[in-house]
């Protein structure tokens, strides 16, 4: 391992290289041009930066895709970011060097943004036969599935076989599942009423393996509110507490529950439970004793591998065990910020901050046009107010244009801040 004054004698012409273009790594990218922080090099295996937030509004039409699914060349335009397209292969950490595309990239420092991928906990058919929701490809494809599904079911003349064709399983009772029950449920009978069909037919289920859903979120009093706010949608969410998803079929999808096997006829599975971490975090010559039980990188204080402190590692694939993080918007675009900052100090010879996250709430939608949203943990807003709120908020945390990333991009517009305190 290095010390940090052997990592100042390095070639202080090397580039600055960021693997992944989410939130942590578009991020950091930014505030280190934005500090002068010498060359910088971002590599995504994709042209567009996808703001995932959003996709419940791409599937839904609420949004454009041009809006949450804007091009790197064009975020970074005029940035002084150097944007690489490319699939990375192998990272050599003693040698300092990213390898992809069969080009080799050397480094002076290196941050680790690389996400997560689905992961299927090993269950028979869940990969094959589940649709997954991370991308606006996957938007696009869960949107054709369920319009074909409804065509289908007017041409159906079995009630059974009807019933199985306009019900809907999603895995996971966290926030990205009820956001996309409670979304479903009101945008398919939207779709199934002018086909003629009729929309109490239709039906919108939860397998949540624990005993409460948002088992992620602190607040009893938000989760009151989903519980609510599901049933009130124009298909009434069901919530299976408790389901241990065993198998996926074609058309069904087998759980246990209260130690009964239950098979329920499914011609749409919606896979939104676990995280997996990246195939390249994974292949990393990293000590076991610097991973946690998920594979995740621990990283210190300062989001610094404790193996290689010129290596830093953000959002879904790091951990800091003495203080962890939700993988949300929020906090991956505080620690870009606190990564940038840290790598200016290690440049500048000055001692490095430990990472301090606020995290100013929570944002859920909950069907069309609402949202619920509670801030600081003492305002709760629900409904039209609690969506313009939230839509309000993304787009202010939306990246564009680049050159103009710090005046005009915040967690939280201060006016609606003041807003809301005065209600």
Known sequence: MRSPAQINETNDTLPIVILGGGFGGLFTALHLRDLHSGPIILIDQSWCFVFKPLLYELLSSEVKL????????????????????????????????????????????????LGSTTSYFGIPGAKEH??????????????????????????????????????????????????????????????????????????????????????????????????????QRTAPVEVFLESEVKAVYPGAIEFERNGQSWRLAAATVVWTAGNATH????SLAIAPENRDKHNRLLVKPTLQLPEFPEVFAA????????????ATAQVAYQQGAAIA??????????????????????????????SAVEIFDHYEIKGHLGQAIRLATYLELMPTPARNFVNRTRWFNEEILKQIAGV
Not at 279 to 282: A, E, G, L, N, R
Not at 315 to 326: L, R, T, V
């Open 279 to 282: 195939p390249v975090i994974d």
């Open 66 to 113: 041009e809006l949450i699914c804007p091009r790197y060349d064009q975020l970074l335009h005029k940035s002084g970011i150097t944007f690489v397209l490319g699939t990375v292969a192998t990272i050599d950490l003693d040698q300092k060097q990213v390898k992809l595309n069969g080009l080799e990239y050397p480094y002076r420092y290196l941050i680790l943004a």
């Open 315 to 326: 959002g879904d694939c790091a951990i800091d065990p003495s203080n962890p993080q939700p």
């Open 130 to 231: 589940a649709l997954s929701f991370r991308t606006p490809y996957d938007a696009f494809a869960l949107g054709q599935h369920l319009r074909n599904r409804l065509q289908m079911a007017t041409q159906t003349k079995d009630s059974k076989e009807r019933r199985a064709m306009l019900t809907v399983a999603i895995v996971g009772g966290g926030a990205s599942g009820v956001e996309m029950a409670a979304t479903l449920a009101d945008l398919v009978p939207t779709w199934y009423i002018p086909l003629g069909g009729n929309p109490q037919e239709i039906r919108i289920v939860i397998l949540q393996r624990g005993s409460e859903i948002l088992k992620e979120s602190k607040s009893d009093r938000l989760r009151e509110t989903v519980q609510s706010e599901l049933q």
């Open 341 to 370: 900052h840290n790598i200016k100090a290690l440049i500048a010879g000055k001692s490095l901050t430990p990472t301090t996250v606020n995290l100013r709430g929570t944002l859920i939608k909950l069907g069309l046009h609402e």
